[in-house]
């Protein structure tokens, strides 16, 4: 057995909701674009960047658009998504997970965030959180979304602990797809069926303790 020396945490659906807020504001872009986007055509939007986000939801509604209409709206679904996120308060973590990364840090173990939203700071700052990552990894900061696994090699690299002594929390089928791709550790936030590549799926981190980073 060996116990892990890094947690990698996504942000979006793992330490906060944000989802929702995507979720509105893409079936907002898409009802301005004359079709709906539904719950289960917005899996797809998930882990992945902004750009290939619009690409995705340009597909569904089987719409075509020049590159400059695609970063009108990609721009217009951005400042729906921050005026919905800039109300958020240390309320809006989600049951468990900062106490969890508490637990973490508390037995030596380093923190990254490792998210591929350019809104990660905005978020970190409004839920005060912060501080409790030593390397954040964010959109910013990538030239490769998820699934590939850029993000995380990134705080791996920075942090000098290696892929494997690593685990990725996620929420999202390219999320695990990149820890998987990165040589890493994951553990699944959420749905079994739908993360079901994850090595290891909890429903969140209510009752959550550290024998989950036993390998």
């Known amino acids: 057995m060996s116990f892990i020396k890094h947690c990698i945490f996504d942000l979006d659906g793992v330490i906060v909701d944000t989802a929702k807020f995507h979720y509105l504001a893409w079936k907002r872009l898409a009802k301005e674009l004359g079709f709906e986007l539904k719950p289960i055509q917005n899996e797809r939007l998930k882990g992945v960047s902004r750009v290939q986000s619009l690409e995705i939801l340009l597909s569904i509604g089987n719409i075509k658009a020049s590159d400059a209409e695609k970063s009108r709206m990609a721009d217009q679904k951005n400042e729906w998504y921050v005026q919905y996120i800039s109300s958020m308060t240390p309320k809006d973590i989600l049951p468990g997970a900062k106490e969890f990364i508490l637990k973490v840090r508390e037995n030596g173990i380093k923190t990254s965030l490792g998210s591929v939203s350019k809104n990660a ?95």
Do not use: W
Request: aromatic share 6%.
């Open 121 to 215: 700071a905005l978020i970190l700052e409004k839920i005060a959180i912060t501080h409790l990552f030593d390397c954040i990894v964010d959109g910013t900061r990538i030239t490769k979304a998820k699934p590939d696994p850029q993000v995380f090699l990134i705080s791996c690299e920075e942090l000098a602990v290696t892929p494997s002594e690593s685990v990725v929390f996620e929420d999202s089928i390219a999320g695990i797809q990149a820890a998987l791709a990165g040589g890493m550790h994951s553990i699944g936030i959420g749905n079994a069926k739908i993360l079901s590549m994850a090595e290891r799926i909890i429903p969140d981190f209510t009752h959550v303790d550290m024998s989950i980073l036993v390998y």
